[in-house]
C-alpha cells in the first residue's frame, strides 16, 4: 500500500516563499520520478513539477525558475521548494506517484492548500 502525506501549505503574501514536503511509505511505486501537481477552483490538475529518470526535472512554463522539486531518498521525502510566490500560484497542491519511472500517475496524497495574497 502506498501512502503520501503533504505537508507545508498555507498562507503567503505575494513574493514570499513555501516549502512543501510529501513523505513517502510503502512500497511498488517509483520514488525518483515522483511529481507536484496542483488544481485550482474551476480549473483542471495540472503538473506543476516532475522528477524524470534521465535528466532534469519538468517544470510547468509558469513556475520555472521560481519553483525547484527536489528528493531526499534517506527520508522518503519530496519537496517542493516555491519561491516569488504569485497569486495565481494559489491551489491545492498534490503528491504524486508512479508504479514505475515510465507509468502513468496513479497514487496521490490528499492534497495541502497553498493560498497567496496580493
Known amino acids: 500500500q502506498v501512502q503520501l502525506v503533504e505537508s507545508g501549505g498555507g498562507l503567503v503574501q505575494a513574493g514570499g516563499s513555501l516549502r512543501l514536503s510529501c513523505i513517502a511509505s510503502?512500497?511498488?511505486?517509483?520514488?525518483?520520478?515522483m511529481g507536484w501537481y496542483r488544481q485550482a477552483p474551476g480549473n483542471q490538475r495540472e503538473l506543476v513539477a516532475a522528477l524524470t529518470i534521465p535528466g532534469s526535472p519538468n517544470y510547468a512554463d509558469s513556475v520555472k525558475g521560481r519553483f525547484t522539486i527536489s528528493t531526499d531518498n534517506a527520508k522518503n521525502t519530496v519537496y517542493l521548494q516555491m519561491n516569488s510566490l504569485k497569486p495565481e500560484d494559489t491551489a491545492v497542491y498534490y503528491c504524486?506517484?508512479?508504479?514505475?519511472?515510465?507509468?502513468?500517475?496513479?497514487?496521490w496524497g490528499q492534497g495541502t492548500q497553498v493560498t497567496v495574497s496580493s
Open positions: 504524486a506517484a508512479r508504479r514505475n519511472w515510465a507509468g502513468a500517475y496513479v497514487y
Open positions: 510503502g512500497s511498488g511505486f517509483s520514488r525518483n520520478t
